[in-house]
Nanobody, 124 residues
Framework: QVQLVESGGGSVQSGGSLKLSCAASGYTATSYSMGWFRQAPGKEREGVAAINSNGLTDYTDSVKDRFTVSQDNAKNTLYLQMNSLKPEDTAMYYC??????????????????WGQGTQVTVTS
């Protein structure tokens, strides 16, 4: 059974940086997609950044040039480097895993395994 465990969230001032990690275990697929999603109170869950097993990436417009998604296959870990953080980035961040895809990587419905989330709070 696939399990995803996020870490690295916290509170940071506007303009600061955080790096989120998502440790994956229990999977055997060599082709997959993984993504970072966030959900703020009262808002829908939105795709932030995603990557497939071939290294194709996608980002939502609001984080382009600030966030970078990467994966370390040897460590079975997904990362999200977040720079120049803004108060509007405040949310619970989740990582997710789903079937391999080359399009609509940011669509939550594409993913069937989710972590429990890590809170990111950006203060002004």
């Amino acid at each position: 059974q696939v399990q995803l465990v996020e870490s690295g969230g916290g509170s940071v001032q506007s303009g600061g940086s955080l790096k989120l990690s998502c440790a994956a275990s229990g999977y055997t697929a060599t082709s997959y997609s993984m993504g970072w999603f966030r959900q703020a109170p009262g808002k829908e869950r939105e795709g932030v950044a995603a990557i497939n097993s071939n290294g194709l990436t996608d980002y939502t417009d609001s984080v382009k040039d600030r966030f970078t998604v990467s994966q370390d296959n040897a460590k079975n870990t997904l990362y999200l480097q977040m720079n120049s953080l803004k108060p509007e980035d405040t949310a619970m961040y989740y990582c997710a895993m789903g079937a391999y895809s080359t399009w609509t990587l940011l669509r939550p419905s594409r993913y069937n395994v989710w972590g429990q989330g890590t809170q990111v709070t950006v203060t002004s």
